[in-house]
C-alpha cells in the first residue's frame, strides 16, 4: 500500500471497533503512528493495537479516555505527546445513538449524546489545535495538522427516533465549517466524512433482520451496504497531502443514500 502518512502521528477516537479500528488500521498501514483511542473493551483494543503492529506499517498504542470529560481528554493527549512526540492527524470518530422519541428522551440520554458526539469533538479538536500551532516545518506534511470528523448523512438526513443524534451530527458540520475557517491561513485542514449504513454494530440491528435490510435497500442506490473499508479510504485521503487543497467540507461516502432515492420512480 501506498504510503502517504509516513512519519505522521495520528489520534482515532473510539478507535477499538467499527470504523474507528478500520480507519486506525488504514492510517497505519500508510506509515502514521497511531493512537487507539478507547473508554469499553480493553480486549478489542488490545487486538486491535497487535493487528497494527504486526502488519508492519506504523505502530498502535491504545490510550483510555472517555471524550466527553475534559481532563481524561487532555490527560489523553499529554500521554500521546509523551509517545509521540505530537500530533498531526485527528479522527474524531467516537460517536454514539440513542433511539427514543422527544416525548419520552430523558435530559441524561440527550446529554449523553451531545457529550459523546459533540462535546467530546470539541475537546478534542481543542487539544489537538492547540498542538498543530506548534508543529513547525512537519517535514511529512504540507499542512501543521488535520482533523478528519466521523459525521454522518444524518447531518442532513433528519431520523425520526433520532433527533439528539442528528443535532450532533448537524452541530459538527457548521462548528468544523467555523473553524476550519478559523485556522486555514495556519496551515490547519478540517474536514469531515459522512458515511451512509456503513455495517458495523451500531447499526447490527437493521442489517442482522432480513426486514431491516430490504427496508435498508430502498434507500441505498449502489445496491449494497458499505464496508468500514470505504470510509477509511476516503478519512486516509483526506489526511494525506493529496487533499492539500481541501479544508471545510464533507466527502459523502453513502452509496447514494443523500440523493433522494425515493425519486428514482415517480414525482
Ligand atoms: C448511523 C447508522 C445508520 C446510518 C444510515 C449512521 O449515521 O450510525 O446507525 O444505519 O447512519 O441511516
Redesign the pocket.
Known sequence: MEKRLSGQKALVTGANSGIGAAVAQRLAAEGADVVINWLFNEDATREVAEKINKAGGGKAIGIKADVSNEEQVDAMFKQMFKEFGTIDILVNNAGI?IHNLLENMSKAEWDKVIGVNLTGNFLCSRAAVRQFLKNENRPHSRSRGKIVNIS???QVIM?AGFSSYCAT?AGINLFAQSVAQEYAEKKIRINSVA???IKTP??QN?WSDPKGMADLMTKMPYGRMGEVEDVAAAVAFLSSDEADYITGTTLYVDGG?CLYPEFRFGG
Do not use: L
Open positions: 445513538e454522518s448523512v444524518h431520523w451530527k458515511p451512509g449504513a451500531i447499526n437493521v443514500m
